[in-house]
């Protein structure tokens, strides 16, 4: 019986489908860094009770990872967009969820301009 090492040298990868090789990790660019930071400290500083969200940096890293993901999934890519979300949230003062940090769907739903914000009916 064959040990998983020696399996696994014996695997040729050019044999091996495209999608069981290992890709590379995407890599987002600086300026789309910069904006998910932003967007964070602006959840910290709007949400008091951010930190039973993310109550140690390895939390946090991994929301801001998620969070990135979601973005990206949703389509939002203008600033204008997050900005609306940041105003958004700092309006949200007297539905009792103040405190509380948004799961990421629901700010980026906070992201998405209403009919009325647009001055439709």
Do not use: Y
């Not at 949400?47 to 389509?75: E, H, I």
Request: net charge positive; with cysteine.
């Amino acid at each position: 019986m064959l040990n998983a090492h020696e399996i696994a040298t014996r695997i040729d990868p050019a044999r091996v489908p495209v999608t069981a090789q290992a890709q590379a990790p995407k890599q987002i660019d600086e300026a789309s860094a910069l904006v998910i930071n932003a967007v964070f400290r602006e959840l910290q500083s709007c949400c008091p009770a951010w930190r039973q969200a993310w109550p140690d940096d390895k939390a946090l890293a991994a929301a801001k990872k998620s969070w990135t993901k979601a973005f990206m999934a949703a389509g939002l890519r203008s600033i204008e967009q997050v900005r609306l979300g940041i105003e958004q949230l700092r309006l949200r003062h007297g539905d009792g969820r103040a405190p509380w940090v948004p799961g990421s769907g629901e700010f980026i739903a906070m992201c998405q301009p209403t009919a009325e914000m647009l001055g439709l009916p």
